[in-house]
């Protein structure tokens, strides 16, 4: 195709594809009289097999590779699944309006979600399990004009002639307003506290220059191609440059005398990365097999790590080259059932899970202690208990999900703090004791302990004792990732990969100090420093659990809490090694985590700063600006601090509603295939959901190139306009799992591919819609690229 992809296909008499062919191997189909898959067999010759309510065409099971049966049964008119029962039995149910919206949602447990929509299919308001009501009201244009949570506080938005979005107003008072040029791109943005960012634009609508109250922060140049070449800080004028291949991947990211290095595969999935610093210079390679599962990795040209996979594509084995193997065990809902870490036949961690009906961990057997855990009706940590720290607490939420209450029992003595906030979910007190102080943008300026400083951009740059004195300093880039610290007299200095992930860091000098390899989830598995290379252990809840060294010597261990708080470390590198808990780096000065676009207490199960994305309007729990993983620290994980994502047994459940919808029937068909598969694990219970992915966005009609981005839609219309099309015209829709709000480098992958389609198209319709048609289909092929998790794969 015009992307350079090569496809081959075969097709039975009624034109139905019976082969289809592409660089990683041939997928087979089988079909029933009625034309509907009921076979699929992969490269790997693994088989996925369905059969369907006839003659509706309607999904009645599915059963995996190697898997047990998920059953969907679908309303009276055979419009909208209705029930969903995974391979373990448990059941969720939906009831839905004669358009298809979910009206209540039952969980496993029994627990009912009530959604209320107005004439015009608009979400009027939205009741958890608790009762706790969540109101909306919508402007004359249909616009969001104001959310009232349970708590009764009202947030109001505002937007222009043009239903741009003018401003939001916090129930506080504190006011952001923003402004767009005759392109509808968005200039400028007034934060609370009065500081004014500006953004210039060049004639194809790329930002060139963003300032700060008049003075220059960030400068851009770009290619013919859209892709960006040049990025200056206006403070001290360091130039990063960048570079790309004939397929508009990057290929080199170069600043003064660090540079980055990518190579990718012909289906361009990152493969290849050499990090250099001066002369100095390492390499990292991941190889994987037909089905796009990581097999090996490699450091330097040898190998470090390897893979074996169960027929449903759950991992098997890990192995890496100092002996220490990892083995799984899972159920049949693909839930990992049991994990054991070895060194030959020595046992150094054997855990085994336990579930309740809503997929929640309840219970960890484990050679190192026990742990348990309860959840209230919405899913957030109740109770937890764990057997090596003598210690157990219980957690009472508002209405909002803020922590109320912690009852501590540690060592048979019983403790409770009491916590309270204001309007705006910020903590205000801990015990009763010194209030906590916040600016107007919502940053934390002062607690018990620190006093935090910030620059205009709301990024913590200082942090202070109470009396004064500096503990650390940060320094950060222009997609906000923390680029140094300095604490202790020690300045490090962080180099990213393509994503949120550390690749290497240096000294003042330029000298490398740390390595890091990560799997393709952003998972780290090899550090190396001093010349040596450590490789990373974790539990079944996905924690780092230590480093072994290259002969399989535990040099680090590590306990937490279920909020990532350190109960015991050991080791003589563990302090040395900065990546823990759930991967995050660990500020030992402070003990904060830092998650890129905020920082995590752990104690308070809190972030410092308002989460800069918002929250999901669908779930009024993710509005919550400040508690951490929908209070959730079990199964949620936040990398990045800007969306909470299902971390233990994600992977399932969105694989069962991407094979439902494959089989041609449409997500509209199967409703609740991924929807409700999601209850007990899968990739679609993700962005801002909690532990409910029914709460999210239902199935809805997606613009494959967005037609509401301020930075994005003219420039996707532009292209549009020359073969006279509209974004909002059937070539550019269709009807799938919908999150709502999409991260830009999925943006970005579309308009790099719609330019080269224009290119290749040079003015013809047909070929332009030909190419497109193939675009669309790789995205409806790996629905995941619609969730920010895909993206920090270094894809």
């Not at 990090?275 to 040209?301: C, E, H, I, W």
């Amino acid at each position: 195709d015009p992307l350079g992809y090569k496809v081959s296909y075969t097709y039975n008499n009624f034109s139905q594809p019976l082969t289809v062919t592409d660089v990683d191997g041939t997928m087979t189909y089988q079909y029933n009289a009625y034309g509907d898959v009921i076979k699929e067999i992969n490269p790997l010759n693994e088989e996925t097999t369905y059969t369907y309510y006839e003659p509706y065409g309607n999904v009645k099971t599915m059963t995996p590779p190697g898997g047990v049966a998920e059953t969907y049964e679908y309303d009276a008119m055979q419009n909208y699944a209705n029930k969903f029962s995974d391979a373990l039995g448990r059941k969720t149910s939906i009831i839905n309006d004669k358009y298809g919206n979910a009206k209540e949602v039952t969980d496993p447990k029994g627990n009912k979600v009530t959604f209320d929509y107005d004439e015009q299919e608009r979400l009027k308001s939205a009741v958890d399990e608790k009762g706790n009501k969540t109101s909306y009201v919508y402007d004359d244009n249909g616009n969001l004009k104001t959310i009232t949570n349970p708590r009764g506080y009202t947030t109001t938005m505002d937007y222009n002639n043009q239903n741009q979005f003018m401003s939001r107003e916090e129930p506080l008072g504190q006011k952001t307003i923003y402004g767009y040029d005759a392109l509808g791109n968005m200039t400028t943005e007034t934060k609370p506290d009065g500081a004014i960012v500006k953004t210039d634009y060049d004639a194809n609508s790329q930002p060139t220059d963003i300032r700060i109250n008049g003075y220059l922060k960030w400068h851009y140049e770009y290619d013919k191609n859209g892709n960006t070449t040049v990025i200056q800080n206006g403070e001290d004028q360091k130039i990063t440059s960048l570079t790309y291949d004939k397929a508009d991947k990057l290929k080199t990211v170069t600043k003064e005398q660090q540079a980055i290095e990518y190579g990718y595969s012909v289906t361009e999935t990152l493969t290849d990365i050499k990090g250099m610093s001066g002369a100095a210079f390492f390499t990292q390679r991941l190889a994987f097999d037909p089905a796009d599962r990581l097999k090996n990795v490699y450091r330097n040209g040898a190998v470090q790590g390897a893979y074996d996979y169960y027929p449903t594509g759950e991992p098997k084995q890990r192995r890496y080259v100092n002996g220490i193997w990892t083995d799984y065990t899972y159920d049949n809902a693909q839930q990992m059932k049991t994990l054991k870490v070895t060194k030959g036949t020595t046992v150094l961690l054997d855990e085994s899970l336990g579930y309740d009906l809503n997929g929640n961990i309840n219970a960890v057997t484990s050679s190192s202690g026990n742990k348990a855990f309860t959840y209230d009706k919405t899913n957030q940590l109740e109770t937890q208990s764990i057997d090596s720290a003598q210690l157990s607490e219980s957690y009472v939420y508002d209405a909002v999900g803020n922590r109320e209450s912690k009852t501590t029992v540690k060592n048979g003595v019983t403790t409770t703090t009491a916590y309270t906030y204001d309007a705006n979910n910020q903590l205000k007190t801990v015990g009763g004791g010194q209030a906590y102080t916040y600016d107007s943008n919502g940053n934390r300026t002062k607690d018990s302990q620190y006093t935090y400083v910030y620059n205009k951009f709301d990024q913590l740059t200082d942090i202070k004792t109470n009396a004064g004195v500096t503990v650390a300093t940060f320094k950060y880039d222009d997609e906000g990732r923390r680029v140094s610290k300095t604490a202790g007299g020690q300045t490090t200095n962080y180099h990213y990969g393509q994503g949120i992930n550390v690749l290497f860091e240096t000294d003042t000098a330029g000298n490398i100090t740390a390595e890091y390899l990560y799997d393709p989830d952003g998972f780290p598995l090899v550090m190396t420093k001093g010349g040596q290379n450590y490789y990373y252990t974790y539990n079944v809840l996905k924690e780092i659990t230590g480093l072994t060294n290259a002969s399989g010597t535990v040099v680090a261990s590590y306990t937490y809490d279920a909020w990532g708080n350190i109960l015991s470390q050991s080791g003589t590198m563990a302090v040395e090694n900065k990546i823990r808990y759930k991967g995050y780096r660990y500020d030992d000065e402070t003990k904060l985590y830092y998650l890129i676009a905020r920082y995590y207490q752990p104690t308070e199960g809190v972030f410092l700063s308002p989460d800069p994305e918002g929250g999901d309007t669908n779930d009024p729990k993710t509005q919550n600006g400040y508690a951490y993983a929908s209070s959730n620290p079990v199964m949620m994980s936040d990398p990045d601090g800007n969306v909470a994502w299902l971390v233990v047994n994600a992977g399932f459940a969105a694989y069962s509603g991407y094979k439902a919808y494959k089989s041609g029937k449409g997500w509209q068909g199967v409703a609740g295939a991924a929807a409700m598969g999601a209850i007990g694990g899968g990739k679609f219970k993700v962005a801002k959901a909690g532990i409910k992915s029914i709460k999210k966005k239902p199935f809805q009609v997606h613009h494959f190139a967005t037609n509401k981005s301020k930075r994005y839609t003219k420039q996707f219309q532009k292209i549009a306009n020359k073969y006279d099309l509209d974004l909002d015209a059937g070539w550019n829709k269709k009807r799938m799992r919908h999150q709502g709000r999409h991260p830009n480098a999925y943006h970005d992958y579309m308009l790099r591919n719609m330019k080269k389609l224009d290119r290749y198209a040079k003015g013809n319709k047909k070929d332009f819609q030909r190419g497109y048609r193939s675009l669309r289909k790789n995205v409806q092929k790996n629905p995941a690229m619609l969730y920010s998790n895909y993206w920090k794969k270094g894809r």
